[in-house]
């Protein structure tokens, strides 16, 4: 009996915690059936810790009707559903497409339009293309609406588009602060602050806002602006504001981020999941994370699970920094499962098909995997022809600038030329303090560094627990 609630089952548990808050807030049934089913898929959706089984009793039409209710609801709201119509649209009438039924919709949907909404900006500009269509076929009644439609959101439309090009502005200022380190960008703060607040204002500024606020707080480490910044977007989100699965996927993304560098695994694990509920352009980066924070909490099973089953995106994606990440934590995932014949061999492929890329884009995050496996296997002669071939010591060197930085490669090589004699136990004591002079570490850069100092003690003792001291 319960197979036959099998999809909706199913169906339930893809709804997001933003969602089913929304959904809350928008229920009207009278039926207690009904009521009794919207409520439980609410509170499975929004439940970290078990899921109840729907009652096989009630009628499935029911469970059908509460389907489609959802899939209206969300529907209604979502973001991208509207921009997709408005693209739409503008083709048909560029292309003379239209049919009088899209138009009969697009122009009741501009006579009912009261607020300012996520898409304003391309609803402005299609209504103006959609304008010049009407008077050319002297369509004199309806060419009135959409006039009216844009003298009313004139100054609206303007405001929208100024804030748009300062936004632009604001985004080439703070990647450069991330990129190249080279300039103060808390004179920003305020006014982003103000845009993101500002609910009279379109969605798309509001939320790209937000995406700034996230990225500065991140640069700075503002880590309590940061949480308290996502708390004020849970808010709006539930609320249906700026929704969208692709948005969301987005936020749960940063979370994971935002709780994994306050060392709150659990939570990054719980956000890391929602994260890859949906599939998009982004999914290959939010396995990564989630396969990151599974590695850190010590599930290394579920890990591998969870690669295994994004192995095809891995293979046909052409996203190289993802790519290289995702086969960086998958020859982590082997060695963490004693397979370390399948993790070198991984490790050795991947370098000989896209050295090129490898050394492009994320040249640490490769080599610190292999690393660990050869030094697992105590292949030290190996370390030492990777980093001559690569010029692995003149890339620490730079690396060493970053504000992440863990000397994992630079100690590997070190213990490497010791183990191979090529310099003696005081030497190797001075090179492996020598990475640490100068950068102060944060809680979370100590603590990878003791997890790197464990393992590589593994294989000389000694000198690793005189640097443990020294940190």
Known sequence: MKRKLKKFTEFSQTILPHEANYLQSVVQFTDGEKLQIINLLISNALSKLEFKDFDTKINKRKYSYIKDWVEKKLASIDVDATIDWLISL?????????????????????????TVEYNFQSLYDLAKEYKSY?????????????????????????????????????????????????????????????????QALDGKNRYQAFVLLAFMYTNYNENNKLKALFDKID???????????????????????????????????????????QNNNDTLMYVN?????????????????????????????????????????????????????????TAKTFLKKYKNEVLQHRWHHFFTSYINILISREKYDDILKLSSKFKLIEREKEHQKKNNYVPNISWSISLSRYMEGKINSDKLLE????????????????????????????NLPEAFLKLKSHI
């Open 90 to 114: 503008k083709k048909k009438i560029l292309t003379d497409a239209i049919s009088s039924t899209e138009e009969l919709e697009f122009l009741q949907y501009i006579i009912h339009y009261k």
């Open 235 to 277: 808010v709006y989100f539930s609320k249906g504001e700026m929704y969208s699965r692709r948005l969301l996927s987005n936020y749960y993304a940063s979370r994971v981020l935002l709780h994994s560098k306050q060392n709150e695994f659990d939570e990054a694990e719980y956000y890391g999941y929602l994260s890859i509920r």
């Open 289 to 345: 994370n989630l396969a990151a924070i599974l590695l850190r909490n010590n599930k290394a099973k579920q890990a591998f699970n969870l690669l295994d089953k994004y192995k095809d995106l891995y293979r046909d994606v052409h996203n190289y920094h993802q790519k290289i990440g995702f086969c960086s934590y998958l020859i982590r995932v082997y060695s963490e499962l004693d397979k370390m014949d399948l993790a070198e061999a």
């Open 431 to 458: 090179e492996i303090k020598q990475p640490l002079e100068l950068i102060e570490p944060t809680l979370n850069q100590k603590q990878l560094m003791f997890k790197v100092i464990d393992k590589l003690s593994n």
């Open 134 to 198: 009407l008077l050319v076929r002297m369509r004199y009644k309806d060419h009135e609406v959409i006039a009216d439609f844009l003298t009313h959101y004139e100054s609206t439309y303007q405001n929208a588009i100024d804030i748009h090009e300062k936004l632009y502005a604001a985004t080439t200022e703070i990647t450069n602060q991330y990129t190249l380190n080279n300039n103060d960008t808390k004179h920003l703060e305020s006014w982003l602050f103000e845009v993101f607040n500002n």
